[in-house]
């Protein structure tokens, strides 16, 4: 490195900013070839170490020694395993080094506010409630729904009347209605009533969006206790919705509030009406399970995401008619699709890809993120149009919508999703709170993110 140092101050003509910020990006790289060296030695010896125990293996299977040519077809198939563990860690470490190139110069601040614990599993989705007084909604693979203070981090109420896992919740635009999606194949309406409790101080716990340490399974706290037994209990539902013959894996409200769909992994995707509760159009098409659905903040549309690698646009606007469009742009599951307030969708997928689309032009899309991992339930700030993506490798990224890379959030032994993140929500209006995640890990996370005026503008 300092012979880097070295060449670039020599007689430069580069601005110190542009120098400062090459030798930043060259300690970058400095530091992912070492790490890959260290990995390739850890390599290394496991397959040392794997030979040698194949070849004491070879001396006493059926009380006879293998042949050499057996022994090292073995050994050259777990070689190979290796090898291609390998080139997974290496494309992985490279893909951090290329995509370093692509992140602006000025960071967005990211501050972990407060934590949100007491699910005892898996936390599918999280979403924040349009009317006063606004309030955090989980849900989760414990068969509850969860209503939180976003300021104290207290359990409001909790929402019980589903027997399977609740995989979804999404709040009415305009009344204090809850809609949960379930592993039970239904979905119900539940309307709810708290009353906030009064915040105490946050502590300061700022980190830069860049930072991060690893943490083991030993820093992992103790989620183990249920605070949501002292929460007003839900068991009834207003409505349950009931057309479905397999997992409800999501669900949403249209424009309005009057009308709600319903995605499922009997490959189908229904539209209700909420105050009687019957069936008014079934959507088929998709060739596998659905994964996600999403409504227009301001129109009558509606996209669909599946396993079958594509979503699918469907537009109610006309009242007579349905139409549906087929979008390809992806080779895996498409994981999410959402809508901005304009006239974008954003897909996310397990293909590591997520893909900003036109809706006046979908034939390709007008950015592509590439990433290192698996991308789950995305969300768009609509303000800002920050895109917050939770990756299966417990990151959360944050990219504007031309595909720059804004910020990674904190992840250390002291603060952080320590399992898989399953999803992200905006909420622009709150004071303090304006990004929230949830995962495996049992919890869900309120962030503050602070972009700089500078990124706002591109």
Not at 213 to 228: A, I, R, T, Y
């Amino acid at each position: 490195m300092w012979q880097v140092a070295t060449l670039l101050d020599s007689d430069s003509k580069l601005p110190s900013s542009v120098r400062s910020t090459l030798l930043e990006l060259f300690g970058q790289i400095e530091r992912e070839f070492e790490n890959l060296y260290i990995e390739n030695l850890e390599l290394r010896r496991e397959i040392d170490t794997l030979n040698e125990r194949l070849a004491a293996e070879g001396q006493a299977i059926d009380g006879a020694e293998l042949s050499k040519g057996q022994l090292k077809t073995k050994a050259s198939h777990s070689t190979s395993q290796l090898s291609q563990k390998l080139k997974t860690t290496y494309k992985a470490s490279t893909s951090k080094i290329v995509s370093s190139f692509k992140t602006t110069t000025s960071r967005a601040a990211c501050q972990l506010v407060k934590e949100y614990i007491g699910h005892r599993d898996g936390i599918w989705d999280v979403s924040v409630a349009k009317t006063q007084p606004v309030v955090l909604g989980t849900a989760s693979a414990d068969h509850t729904a969860l209503l939180w203070s976003i300021e104290t981090g207290k359990c409001l109420v909790k929402y019980a009347g589903h027997v399977g896992s609740v995989n979804s919740i999404k709040f009415h635009p305009s009344e204090q209605l809850a809609l949960t999606a379930s592993g039970d194949q239904t979905a119900h309406i539940w309307r709810y009533a708290v009353q906030l409790p009064t915040p105490q101080p946050v502590a300061d716990t700022s980190i830069s969006g860049e930072d991060e340490v690893e943490c083991s399974d030993k820093d992992e706290p103790d989620l183990d206790g249920d605070v949501s037994s002292d929460c007003p209990t839900i068991r009834v539902p207003l409505t349950s919705l009931k057309s479905h013959q397999g997992v409800v894996i999501a669900s949403d409200w249209l424009v309005g509030g009057k009308q709600a769909v319903t995605a499922s992994w009997d490959r189908t995707a229904n539209l209700y009406d909420v105050e009687t509760s019957e069936l008014v159009h079934s959507l088929t098409g998709h060739d596998q399970e659905l994964t996600h659905c999403c409504t227009h903040p301001t129109q009558r549309l509606v996209v669909t995401s599946s396993r079958d690698t594509t979503f699918r646009l469907w537009d109610f606007r006309d009242p007579s008619i349905h139409s549906v469009n087929v979008f390809q742009g992806h080779t895996d599951t498409v994981t999410s699709a959402v809508f901005t307030v304009g006239d974008n969708v954003v897909s996310g997928s397990d293909d590591r890809t997520v893909k900003v689309w036109d809706l006046k032009n979908m034939r390709s899309p007008i950015a592509t993120i590439r990433t290192d991992s698996a991308i789950n339930r995305i969300n768009v700030c609509v303000g800002q149009k920050i895109i917050a993506l939770p990756h299966d490798n417990r990151q959360v990224r944050l990219f504007d919508m031309s595909g720059v890379r804004l910020a990674r959030l904190p992840r250390s032994s002291r603060q952080g999703h320590r399992r898989m993140v399953c999803c992200s929500a905006w909420s622009e209006d709150h004071p303090v709170c304006n990004l929230f995640t949830c995962g495996f890990d049992r919890q869900a996370i309120g962030w503050n993110i602070n972009i700089p005026a500078l990124l706002q503008e591109k």
